[in-house]
């Protein structure tokens, strides 16, 4: 059962698979067609049980805990395998759940957990859903829209780049909004836009707390660089998970067959964009990280330019995706505006049943 309170008509279980024993929520009627939900970094499937519920006639909804999240076994994340260890405990929760094809959605970083598993197993991928998306070349460390590596040793990325303030306060639990760096303040200025403040903020703040702290979840381990920020992502946790130097799913361009993809983000997302603000080189570029070498060497990664890029390739190989900006959006667009949202969601649903 979910530590944290759900809605009404959301069921929540732990699924036990040959991987690990997996938390997820489920909406609907067993035997309707499947839209498999995965959350973004710091937060679990609570975030989506609003957007589970609004699920057309004939969908079922399920949102599982990933791996250092929520309710799930808090197995250790390999960082040197990109994702792939989550994306293939989803695939295992499929298996043991019988759903041969399912749609699936991705917010953030739980969009480079779907990109994973369309490499793995994209005859299984009803339709695609990237919410606020990471870039198909993960989180820092790369610049140019063909992901080019900054540094061979993966700088500037990785578990050096957790802001250690934020950190501990998640492992202290911490619901008060007095410290800038409070989870609360956090979600508040980074989830969504300001003023905005979900209706559910408790029942997402526990979301967030949940989060699994330390160098095997979040941030994870980090090394000495050469290179400026002087640190280079290690080999465990989350954040060097999705570091360049790891995380590539530019190869989703030749999957075959290609689900149909739908791309949704909001206009005014501070996390993942073109100069987002957890990106340490957009950090470093705005004098907020000293010893900067500037611009033309540690560029800001282009997030969204990539993104586009990759999907225009998928494109041109014979696959379909639409891009979709709500505007007057954070980076949570399906709580902060979810008729919107669920308008161009629904439609591409039903057109790729």
């Known amino acids: 059962m979910s530590s944290i309170p759900t809605l009404a008509g959301i069921n929540s279980r732990i699924i036990s698979t040959p991987r690990l024993n997996m938390h997820a929520l489920f909406s609907g009627t067993e035997g309707e067609t499947a839209v498999l939900f995965i959350h973004g970094n710091c937060s679990s499937a609570t975030f989506w049980e609003e957007t589970m519920l609004a699920l057309p006639d004939g969908f079922r909804g399920v949102a599982c ?4 999240y929520g309710d799930t076994d808090p197995l250790p994340i390999d960082a040197t395998v990109g994702l792939n260890d989550m994306a293939e405990d989803v695939l295992a929760l499929a298996d043991t759940l019988n759903l041969s094809q399912f749609h699936v959605v991705g917010h953030s970083m739980g969009g480079n957990v779907v990109m994973k598993l369309a490499l793995l197993a994209p005859s299984r991928l009803l339709s695609i859903t990237l919410v606020a998306t990471g870039s198909p070349y993960g989180y820092s460390g790369s610049k140019g829209e063909d992901g080019t590596p900054i540094y061979a040793d993966g700088a500037p990325a990785g578990g050096g780049a957790g802001n250690p303030d934020f950190v501990r306060l998640i492992a202290e639990n911490e619901r008060g909004d007095e410290n800038q760096m409070a989870p609360r303040n956090v979600m508040r200025a980074f989830y969504f836009k300001p003023p905005f403040i979900p209706a559910r ?3 997402l703040l526990s979301s967030l707390l ?15 660089a050469d290179n400026w920020p002087t640190v280079a992502p290690g080999n465990k946790g989350i954040l060097n998970a999705l570091a360049r130097k790891y995380y590539d799913a530019s190869g989703i361009i030749n999957i075959d067959p290609k689900p149909p993809v739908l ?5 005014d997302d501070l996390i993942v964009s073109d100069n987002a603000m957890f990106d340490i080189a957009a950090l470093g570029a705005m004098g907020a990280v000293p010893g900067y070498p500037g611009i033309d060497v540690c560029p800001p990664q ?6 586009r890029a990759i999907l225009k390739q998928y494109e041109a190989n014979g696959g ?3 891009e979709v900006v709500v505007t007057d959006a954070g980076h949570t667009p399906y709580v902060e505006k979810p008729d919107v949202f669920n308008s161009a969601f629904h439609a591409h649903l039903q057109a790729s049943k």
């Open 65 to 68: 805990d990933l791996r250092g």
């Open 201 to 203: 903020e408790e029942a």
């Open 320 to 322: 379909h995706f639409e």
């Open 210 to 224: 949940s989060t699994k702290t330390g160098e095997d979840h979040y941030p994870g381990n980090f090394v000495a």
């Open 263 to 267: 791309w949704i983000r909001g206009s």
């Open 302 to 307: 282009p997030m969204i330019a990539q993104t």
